[in-house]
């Protein structure tokens, strides 16, 4: 895994940017995303949105949505998905907790740690040169989260090295 680094600072979306070798997702990867458009929008600028209105409804329907969103991934997980929390859950990687498909500002993301301040993203095809990626990245690290992202099939033919590199990153950031 030598020549395997993310680069800080920078978003880490598209083929030559991931982790590791770009994979496959299989089939009705993007499909899940489209039933809920709209709940992965960036965050407002600072001073600008967030505030709820007299009726309080305009943040909670959207947080309601949210909810909604990363309850129905949790349930229909993908194969990498799967297998990745069958050996993150329960501490197993040295004691780290992770959460999985869990809402954090606006989005969802596929695991966190939140003492790490790791998010691990799992992605298909369909994220090769993904400008929204770029975008959601760059979001979830203004609020002080690394972003590591990883092709489905690494993790499904090289789980190991996979597991390997979020270890190594969250002993750098002295969560381990």
């Known amino acids: 895994m030598g020549d395997q680094a993310v680069r800080q600072g920078s978003p880490s979306s598209g ?3 991931h982790l590791l070798p770009q994979g496959e997702k299989g089939s009705g990867g993007s499909s899940r995303l489209e039933t809920y458009r709209g709940t992965n929008s960036p965050s407002p600028l600072a001073g600008e949105g967030g505030a709820r209105s007299a009726s309080g409804e305009g943040n909670a329907a ?19 998905e799967r297998r990745m929390w069958l050996l993150l859950r329960d501490r197993r990687l040295s004691g780290l907790k992770f959460r999985r498909q869990m809402p954090l500002d606006s989005y969802v993301v ?21 400008e ?7 979001a979830l690290e203004a609020l002080g989260y690394e972003v590591l992202r990883f092709w489905n ?21 002295g969560a381990c």
């Not at 959207?62 to 990498?80: C, D, I, Q, V, Y």
């Not at 190991?160 to 270890?167: N, R, S």
Request: hydrophobic share 40%.
């Open 62 to 80: 959207r947080t309601k949505k949210l909810r909604g969103f990363a309850r129905h991934m949790r349930r229909h997980p993908t194969e990498a």
């Open 153 to 173: 099939t690494d993790v499904l033919l090289r789980l190991a090295d996979v597991l390997e590199t979020i270890f190594q990153h969250a002993m750098q950031k």
């Open 15 to 17: 083929p030559s940017d």
């Open 110 to 130: 596929d695991f966190a740690s939140l003492s790490a301040r790791l998010v691990v993203e799992l992605d298909g095809s369909q994220h090769a040169d993904s």
């Open 132 to 138: 929204r990626d770029q975008v959601r990245d760059a």
